[in-house]
């Protein structure tokens, strides 16, 4: 196994695969085949100067800038915030230059591969056949658990379970704020892997189910059941009785084989750590690659953690109209940064200081590494459904959970999630834990899905995709549950940037 990793052969550092102490030496594999002496204590996933650098000077990974060096860094020096900063500043102008990267995914071969799905009667296909109930507001939030506890008992067996998934707005919103969320609802009410929804009101709220019902798709209709609690004597047993239609109507449908072009896959990082960029992050980029080559379609989101690569996502727009969109989504969230008073570029996080990520650009630079190689085909406004197969990116804060409820709402059936340092969190899709390292996945077998970390000990990266393609299709096809569906985890959280009354 290499010590350590060069991602490019014009970068100034390296990342350490291991522990180092000052004084150790390694070689670097270039032209010269040199070898560096250390002159600092290097955790794993960090940077090492293998060339002088000056101050002020682009510091390179990845063969791109990840920011300007604070000091003169000799070679063989830890390279990390006490030397490092972003070079991002402000909001940029682009110019739209379509620049499709190589490989291009028409170059993979076509597998026409299948999974085991749930055809539903508007075409949608679901990967569970599950009852969902949504609640309009939040102060039914437990009624709403007790609806999933009795009814989980009631028809046990009879589908894969009833979920339920608080939030706590819907109450006192106005404007676009409350149009969020039941954007948002809506769109997680038309989501194919659940069979049936319940939405649950109270009736006085903001965001009434007669208004809420007006933003849904007529073809969903079917499919769903309305319970105002504060119109009927005995709301536990109207639930119940409304839960039990729902229930009979999905144990009509079972599953049947499905082609790739209809899996949706949602794409995220997070609690990311210096492995990030080099082992899950490529990682999940080739899966996307063969989905979209198959005609399926791939999720991009965290606007925030695109800010310094955007004009690698932008050239990669299939025509100007896309750009035009990548280009807004980009500049309307560096906006939002600006009224709320806060610095654009504050990011990374601590957990990914420590795990070796200095700077945004470093950051943003491994995190779209997810996305692939394919053309941007749409950007899809926070709370909308995609409409277009291929790679799409999603406007959504770089929040896990946010984000990924806003993959879901999109139409996600399922969202691969990559992390260095771990997280047990799971959204209302199967959220599959991708882990950038062993140690990780060794230590949390409760939480990771699939380990990137046999990428550092010399695995082919084509071998490891292709188990990650067969494990994915196995949760798709009912197969294999995910850790965090196993362990209870079913969360969702909506973004929020407006008044309460």
Excluded at 19 to 41: C, K, M, P, V
Excluded at 81 to 97: A, C, P, Q, R, S
Aim: with cysteine; hydrophobic share 40%.
């Amino acid at each position: 196994m290499n010590q350590v990793v060069q991602l490019h052969p014009e970068d100034d550092v390296v990342v350490a695969v291991r522990n180092f102490f000052a004084g150790e030496s390694i070689r670097i594999h270039n032209q010269a085949d040199e070898t560096i002496i250390l002159n600092d204590d290097v955790m794993k996933g960090h940077k090492i100067a293998i060339c002088p650098i000056k101050r002020g000077m682009d510091v390179h990974k990845f063969g791109y800038s990840i920011g300007r060096a604070k000091t003169d860094i000799l070679i063989g020096s830890w390279v990390h915030t006490h030397n490092l900063e972003t070079g991002l500043d402000g909001i940029e102008e682009n110019t739209f230059h379509h620049v499709p990267e190589v490989p291009a995914t028409e170059s993979i071969k076509v597998t026409e591969r299948v999974f085991q799905g749930y055809v539903r009667p508007n075409g949608e296909v679901g990967i569970r056949n599950e009852i969902w109930i949504l609640n309009t507001v939040g102060c039914i939030n437990k009624t709403c658990e007790i609806f999933v506890k009795e009814a989980n008992v009631r028809f046990h067996g009879r589908v894969d379970g009833v979920y339920h998934f608080p939030h706590p707005f819907g109450c006192s919103q106005l404007g676009d704020d409350l149009a969020h969320t039941q954007r948002l609802l809506a769109s997680l009410a038309e989501h194919p892997n659940a069979a049936g929804v319940l939405v649950v009101g109270l009736g006085c709220e903001n965001n009434q189910i007669d208004s809420f019902r007006g933003i849904l798709g007529e073809d969903s209709l079917e499919r769903i059941r309305f319970l105002k609690v504060q119109e009927v004597d005995d709301e536990i047993e109207a639930g119940l009785d409304l839960i039990e239609e729902l229930v009979e109507y999905a144990e009509q449908f079972v599953r049947e084989r499905v082609p790739i072009a209809k899996l949706k896959i949602g794409l995220k990082c997070g609690g990311s750590d210096g492995f990030s960029g080099i082992t899950a992050n490529p990682l999940v980029g080739l899966l996307s690659d063969v989905v979209v080559s198959e005609g399926g379609t791939t999720i991009l989101t965290e606007v925030p953690e695109m800010f310094g690569a955007e004009t690698i996502l932008m050239n990669r727009a299939v025509n100007d109209a896309v750009y035009q969109k990548i280009v807004s989504l980009i500049n309307d969230f560096k906006q939002y940064f600006l009224r709320h008073g806060q610095q654009i570029y504050e990011n990374p996080s601590p957990g990914n200081k420590q795990g070796g990520i200095t700077t945004l650009e470093e950051k943003s630079l491994g995190c779209t590494q997810k996305g692939g190689h394919a053309t941007v085909v749409d950007v899809i406004p926070y709370g909308h459904r995609v409409s277009q197969t291929g790679l799409n990116l999603l406007q959504a804060p770089g929040n896990d959970l946010v984000s990924v409820t806003a993959l879901a709402a999109a139409g996600a059936h399922v969202v691969l999630f990559t992390t260095g340092r771990g997280t047990p969190f799971g959204g209302p899709v199967p959220t599959v834990k991708i882990s950038t390292n062993s140690d990780l996945a060794l230590r949390k077998t409760h939480w990771i899905d699939f380990d990137a970390g046999p990428l550092l000990e010399g695995v082919p990266v084509d071998t490891l995709r292709d188990s990650l393609f067969d494990f994915i299709l196995s949760v798709a096809s009912g197969d294999v549950q995910t850790a965090s569906e196993r362990g209870g985890y079913r969360e969702i959280a909506i973004f929020k940037d407006g008044v309460t009354l």
